[in-house]
T-cell receptor
């Protein structure tokens, strides 16, 4: 399974864009990149996912490099409520449903 | 929709007692997952069901743990006997497996403390 590498923690000023990187250099061609976040004391929350193309939804944008070895989650205007642990996950090919959550990036949005 | 519902939200029990955690998935979802989260090990998948059938229970730590899904709207995770090292937050998640997306929806979790 493709492993992901994320920085342990990041800070971002309120109102600014938060750019969270993720490396997944061993990703295979049919594996998607998923992003989830977990706000303290809550269950993980789906944010966005993609395969090759950049994706955008009401929560965030996902930029995937052309070689697919890394990606960046962008929160365009971070708020205090975006303070959370952000997980980058690559779905394991051939096993259907499992997600393997790593340690994620702890994002702190500063007023 | 109310989302994934878990009960109880908090459980405190003594070592050796039986503990039963409950989960109601989102209506229409046919895959259900049980996770455990601790500071030391992070978020771990314990078991998942597809159409009420257990597919992979390789994450279940030992025989003291068992999970059932008697119907599409209910699942239980049981620990018997419980031990202090079982203290963790247990999450249930569900998804609809018919589409191409593997997006999972998580419940609020059950915080278990075994003394």
């Amino acid at each position: 399974d493709a492993k992901t590498t994320q920085p342990t923690s990041m800070d971002c000023a309120e109102g600014r864009a938060a750019n969270l990187p993720c490396n997944h250099s061993t990703i295979s061609g049919n594996e998607y990149v998923y992003w989830y976040r977990q706000i303290h004391s809550q269950g993980p929350q789906y944010i966005i996912h993609g395969l090759k193309n950049n994706e955008t939804n009401e929560m965030a944008s996902l930029i995937i490099t052309e070689d697919r070895k890394s990606s960046t989650l962008i929160l365009p205007h971070a708020t205090l409520r975006d303070t959370a642990v952000y997980y980058c996950i690559v779905r394991v090919a051939g096993t259907g449903n499992q997600f393997y959550f790593g340690t994620g990036t702890s994002l702190t949005v500063i007023p | 929709d109310a989302g994934v519902i878990q009960s109880p939200r908090h459980e405190v029990t003594e070592m050796g007692q039986e503990v039963t955690l409950r989960c109601k998935p989102i209506s229409g979802h046919n895959s259900l997952f049980w996770y455990r989260q601790t500071m030391m090990r992070g978020l771990e998948l314990l078991i998942y069901f597809n159409n009420n059938v257990p597919i992979d229970d390789s994450g279940m730590p030992e025989d003291r743990f068992s999970a059932k899904m008697p119907n599409a709207s209910f699942s239980t995770l049981k620990i018997q006997p419980s031990e202090p090292r079982d203290s963790a937050v247990y999450f249930c998640a569900s998804r609809h497996s018919g589409g191409r997306s593997y997006e999972q929806y998580f419940g609020p979790g059950t915080r278990l403390t075994v003394t």
